[in-house]
C-alpha cells in the first residue's frame, strides 16, 4: 500500500513539474518573409504574422502555385543568432514528394509536425493551386527536442524545377524554469 501510495506522489510530482515547465516555455515567431523568384509560376498572395498576445504569434501565408509540380526539393538549414545568426545543427536537402510519400526525413518530420495540422499542404504530389496555411502557431509540446534559448531563423529554399522560392522563418524559444509559476 504505501509502494502504491509513493507512486502517486511520483505521479503528481511529475505532472506539477511538466505543467510548471509548459508555462515556462515562450516559442513564438518574430518574423516571417516570402520571396518568389519566379512570378508566373508561384505568387504569394500573403505572408504575415499577427499577434495574438504577448506570447503567441500566429502565422499565415497563402500562395497560388500556377503550374503543376511534381519535383519539388528543399534546402532546408537553421541558424542560431549569436553576433548575426551563424550555423547550427541542420543544413540538409530532401525531395518534398517523397517525403510526402514516405516521411523519411527525421528533422523535417519535426518542422511538417509543427504546421500541418494549420495547412493544405498535407497530400503528395502534384501541387497546383492554392497553398495555405493559416493561423499556425508554435505549440512547444510538438517540437519533440530541446533547443537551448534563443532566437533562431529557418530558411527554406525551394526549388521547383528550374523555378526557386524562399521563405525564412525566425523564431525565438526562451526556456526559464526560475520564473515559472
Avoid at 516559442?27 to 498576445?53: G, P
Wanted: hydrophobic residues 45%; proline residues 3%; positive net charge.
Amino acid at each position: 500500500m504505501r509502494c502504491i501510495s509513493m507512486f502517486c506522489a511520483f505521479i503528481g510530482f511529475v505532472l506539477l513539474v511538466n505543467l510548471n515547465a509548459s508555462d515556462a516555455i515562450v516559442f513564438r515567431f518574430t518574423n516571417f518573409v516570402c520571396e518568389s523568384y519566379n512570378k508566373s509560376f508561384l505568387v504569394f498572395n500573403y505572408c504575415r504574422l499577427k499577434a495574438v498576445n504577448r506570447n503567441k504569434v500566429i502565422l499565415n501565408m497563402n500562395a497560388t502555385i500556377l503550374h503543376s509540380a511534381d519535383r519539388i526539393t528543399i534546402h532546408c538549414r537553421l541558424f542560431k543568432k549569436a553576433s548575426g545568426y551563424r550555423p547550427w545543427t541542420v543544413d540538409r536537402k530532401l525531395d518534398i514528394c517523397r517525403f510526402m510519400r514516405t516521411g523519411y526525413d527525421p528533422y523535417f518530420k519535426i518542422v511538417y509536425g509543427l504546421f500541418h495540422d494549420f495547412s493544405n499542404v498535407n497530400h503528395t504530389c502534384p501541387y497546383v493551386g492554392h497553398q495555405i496555411v493559416k493561423d499556425f502557431y508554435l505549440r512547444p509540446e510538438l517540437l519533440g527536442l530541446l533547443l537551448p534559448t534563443g532566437d533562431y531563423l529557418l530558411a527554406l529554399h525551394w526549388m521547383f524545377g528550374k523555378n526557386a522560392i524562399d521563405t525564412n522563418v525566425s523564431f525565438s524559444f526562451v526556456e526559464d524554469l526560475l520564473t515559472s509559476k
